[in-house]
């Protein structure tokens, strides 16, 4: 059950991934707003009962079977419609990959609606969720169990683009493809628009364009959010200094590393790994 309203929900926040997720049972009189709406994506799955989203041009109900995805930036709010209103919810970052195949029909701009067209998919989306939810439960905070909820999510994404659009997946530019892979697995490599588009046999401008229209980003800054998510990890994993995770994963200055860390996680490098070790220690008690 939900204990107040959000105007944006936040736990443990990272480059890509969820952010939190739940499974609320909700009666009549529960509402969020977001008038300036989320930074990040909000998926809502509808269990059982009835919900209302408004948006500026349009309101959706929602009923048993629905998936509705608000993007970054889209201005809403959402209420129980009726007396009860069941949902799986989770906020997240979609990773890059998932641009090969992540394809959904908006309904208008930054938002997508789709009613699960069969038993079987609704089924297999709620269980996938389900089990999203129960990894990101509190005192279930290692990196294994995170990277479990993240894989149920894509799991149930999944699910989504194939009731909706069967075999009409767009794929992704394998040179695009192979640049985004090449940047996840190297994250410290010192990188180079000109030799990139060189190696791709594009133009500079050419590749810059057709990179952000198929991963939503630019190459400086999806490098970037890889780097950030690889210290992360370390701080997390390791006893390494932050000088050294800085260095690690290809930032030259420390101070610029805490910076950018800092704006994404919203709290410092050693601040991050402070809590990351406690939640553990609580985790194993």
């Known amino acids: 059950m939900a204990k107040k309203a959000m105007d944006y929900a936040i736990h443990g926040e990272r480059s890509y991934g969820i952010l939190i997720a739940g499974h609320y049972r909700e009666g009549a009189g529960y509402a969020i707003h ?11 799955y509808t269990v059982s009962g009835s919900g209302e989203i408004q948006l500026p041009d349009r309101t959706a109900e929602c009923v048993a079977g629905d998936i509705a995805i608000l993007l970054p930036g889209n201005p809403h709010q959402y209420r129980t419609k009726g007396t009860e209103w069941e949902m799986i919810w989770v906020h997240f970052i979609p990773n890059p990959q998932w641009s090969t195949w992540l394809k959904l029909p908006e309904m208008e701009r930054n938002f997508v609606f789709h009613h699960l ?21 509190p005192g279930v905070t290692s990196e294994l169990h995170r990277r479990l909820a993240e894989l149920a999510l894509e799991e149930a994404l999944i699910h989504l683009q194939m009731d909706s659009q069967q075999e009409q ?61 690889r210290a992360a990890q370390l701080l997390s994993g390791t ?16 101070i610029h590393f805490t910076r950018k860390f800092n704006d994404v996680f919203g709290e410092t490098p050693s601040k991050y790994r402070k809590r990351k070790r406690s939640e ?5 008690t």
């Open 117 to 137: 067209s069969t038993a079987e998919s609704r089924s297999s989306v709620q269980k996938a969720l389900q089990r999203m939810v129960d990894h990101e439960l």
């Open 169 to 229: 997946i767009a794929a992704m530019d394998p040179r695009i493809s192979e640049i985004l892979q090449d940047l996840q697995l190297n994250p410290a490599q010192k990188i180079s628009l000109p030799e990139l588009a060189q190696r791709s046999c594009l133009s500079v401008s050419r590749l810059s364009h057709l990179f952000k229209e198929q991963v939503g980003d630019t190459v400086l800054n999806t490098l970037t959010k890889f780097r950030l998510e």
């Open 34 to 44: 977001r008038p300036s709406g989320s930074r990040d994506w909000l998926f809502i």
């Open 280 to 284: 553990l220690q609580t985790s194993e």
């Open 239 to 254: 006893q390494r200094q932050v000088a050294e995770i800085a260095s690690d994963v290809g930032f030259d200055c420390a």
